[in-house]
């Protein structure tokens, strides 16, 4: 088993130290236990984050932010491709048209625009033959980087169940440097720029897991280019542009694709699709206690309702999956068979593998790892258990983690300290009328005591 | 390192519960996750025996830096043929347990796949010791 030095893992999310007062909301809602509270500031750990962005919604600070695309880097490119992906539209009112939405692009400086999605029926094609090549249960979709990333960290044994594709993002991206080759374009000249939905896919453009190189050259964020969009598409509302021919369109599949249930229909067997990180541990939990076998195929999406929820969409997720198959349902809709652009072999679409990156670890060494798990359990039931966070982390069970690791103190629990202040009386009559007599103070002051 | 805990037979919302917590362990001990899986799934269904077969019983784990050694004693009503219930597809789950998504009598023969040692003792109307060893 390869395993990636953390420091080389490129993250999109980042506390800014100015603004966070260290109130722990972040931390306690990080489903991989990465935030802990240090110096009074949020502190993310390389290895565990997964770029989700849940603790982004959790901060009622402003504190946390998503690593920004710049608009005018596109300027140092002379073929300058917008990369849309579908849910872009459902930003927009019903009567903003596709092409609307292509002038807009268009008229901010790009040369060309194409939608991620257009490359979706490879997706379905790597999909089924994932499924039919092995026998492997659940396939689990990489659609969605925070899900690969969550499997990568938490689920290290289901890196196996991940279908070796790479993403539509990539997909696409090929798409249009062979379409610019057969055009004789020197590919140093295009740049290729992706307009995300959420930070797990700066990182996928950034660096794409199991794969080498992503042929993005950069990306752009969402809620940036909506409010640049409004003003653009303010600008041509009403008129018309005879020179304007649009390229691409969609089909009714590509439009759904990155919603919840996009992909599910094209998979072989019995099938889930699940939405949101809390829901998708709850039943990877299971997966992995059960060796659940008789489930053919698992759509997993960290966001609610899919990318309509992404963390930089500006609508609500809701009202974007109504404008959406609103969309996909109209007569109008694209009905061309296959992808857009043919000329792309499997061998091509393949990644070699991915890698499982385990967290929980608490030493390399066996039995080395065993004594301190032991002491960790010691900890542990000397604890209020009542994951007050006041120790900069997550839970209790973190905190006699960290203690062992030599990462905190022991005294970094104020109960802890509470107890051995004998001269703090006050103190142990707040936490006594507070929690009761048998949480702690002199109960916990005997047990360490009798511990030692 | 040593771990125990509990199971209730019939308890099905807490089947796999014991399972959960160890499988939490072990994470922790940076064994080799295909490893854990294994040990995991027999587990798993070797818990939900108890639950599902006996009445109540209880999960003795030992561990050390070359194996993992699980034990898993129950009271109940013991199994009659060991050599039956090791056969794929044998079951005797009543209809209710069935109802429940269990009783395809692939248990034991999943736990057999996935340990190293096994060793099933069992004295009617007395119960079962489910033995197993995995190797790290
Ligand atoms: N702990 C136990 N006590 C009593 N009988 C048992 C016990 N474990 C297994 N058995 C017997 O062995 C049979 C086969 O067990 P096995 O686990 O293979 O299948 P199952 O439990 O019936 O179904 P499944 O495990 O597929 O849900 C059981 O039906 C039961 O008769
Ligand atoms: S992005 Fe997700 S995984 Fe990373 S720190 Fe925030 S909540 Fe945790
Ligand atoms: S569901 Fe979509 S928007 Fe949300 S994290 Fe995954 S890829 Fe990004
Ligand atoms: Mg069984």
């Keep these: ?38 110096n009074g500031t949020a502190m993310i750990s390389n290895s565990r984050c997964i770029d989700c962005g849940e603790c982004i919604k959790a901060c009622n600070f402003n504190a946390i932010h998503i690593s920004q695309g710049d608009l005018q880097s596109i300027f140092k490119y002379k073929y300058r491709v917008a990369l849309i992906p579908a849910v872009l539209f459902g930003q927009f009112k019903l009567d903003v048209t596709h092409d609307d939405l292509h002038r807009a692009l268009l008229s901010i400086g790009f040369t060309s625009v194409y939608e991620e999605e257009l490359s979706a029926e490879f997706q379905i094609d790597a999909i089924r033959r994932f499924q039919q090549e092995s026998d492997i249960k659940p396939v689990i979709s990489s659609f969605c980087p925070a ?3 969550l499997i990568q960290v938490r689920f290290p044994t289901l890196t196996e169940n991940l279908v070796l594709v790479k993403s539509l993002i990539d997909i696409t991206g090929l798409t249009i440097l062979k379409e610019a080759a057969d055009k004789g374009i020197d590919p140093s000249d295009v740049g290729i720029f992706y307009i995300t ?27 940036m280019m909506f409010d640049r969009l409004s003003i653009e598409l303010q600008k041509i509302k009403g008129t018309v542009d005879p020179s304007f021919k649009r390229k691409t369109s969609l089909t009714r599949t590509e439009v759904k694709w990155s919603l919840t249930g996009g992909e599910i229909k094209h998979a072989f067997g019995r099938k889930l699709s699940i939405d949101g990180i809390a829901n998708v541990i709850e039943f990877l939990n299971k997966v992995d206690d059960e060796a659940i076998d008789d489930i053919d195929f698992l759509e997993l999406r960290a966001c609610d309702q899919g990318c309509a929820g992404g963390i930089l969409t500006q609508g609500n997720r809701f009202l974007t999956v109504e404008k959406l198959m609103m969309r996909a349902n109209k007569k109008a809709v694209n009905k061309r068979h296959g992808p857009y652009y043919s000329d792309i072999t499997y061998d091509e679409i393949k990644v070699p593998t991915v890698n499982p990156r385990p967290i929980e670890g608490l030493d390399k060494d066996i039995s080395v790892a065993i004594k301190k798990m032991e002491q960790k359990q010691e900890i542990y039931k000397m604890l209020p258990q009542l994951d007050c966070g006041c120790c900069g982390c997550p839970t209790c069970e973190a905190f006699s983690e960290d203690v062992v690791k030599s990462l905190k103190p022991l005294s970094s629990c104020m109960f802890i300290q509470v107890a051995f202040n004998s001269k703090n009386d006050r103190g142990k009559e707040i936490i006594r009328k507070i929690w009761g007599d048998s949480k702690i103070v002199e109960e916990l002051k005997n047990k360490l005591e009798n511990d030692n | 390192m040593h771990l125990e805990y509990k199971v209730q037979g019939g308890n099905f919302s807490k089947a796999g519960h014991a399972s959960g917590e160890i499988k939490k362990v072990l994470k922790q001990l940076n064994l080799n996750p295909m490893v854990i899986k294994r040990i995991v799934v027999a587990l798993y269904e070797a818990e939900v025996n108890i639950v599902a077969h006996a009445y109540e019983g209880d999960i003795i784990v030992d ?27 044998y079951s005797t789950a009543s ?7 269990f009783g395809a009598g692939m248990g034991l023969p999943n736990i057999k796949k996935n340990t190293d040692e096994l060793n099933i003792k069992s004295v009617v109307g007395e119960g079962t010791t489910v033995d197993f060893i995995n190797y790290l």
Aim: aromatic content about 2%; charged content about 25%.
């Design chain 2, 63 to 89: 561990i050390d830096d070359s194996k993992v050694h699980v034990v898993l004693n129950d009271r109940g009503p013991g199994i009659p043929s060991i050599e039956r219930a090791m056969e794929k597809g």
């Design chain 1, 147 to 149: 899900i690969v990333r």
């Design chain 1, 1 to 38: 088993m390869e395993k990636q030095s953390p420091s080389s893992i490129f993250h999109a999310i980042y506390v800014d130290e100015n603004q966070c007062i260290g109130c722990t909301r972040c931390m306690k809602i990080c489903s991989t236990a990465a935030i802990r509270i240090c």
């Design chain 1, 197 to 223: 939905p959420c930070a797990a896919k700066i990182c996928a453009v950034v660096s794409p897991v199991g794969d080498e190189k992503s042929p993005i050259t950069g990306f752009l964020n969402m809620d």
């Design chain 2, 95 to 101: 209809p209710l347990v069935r109802e429940m998504g």
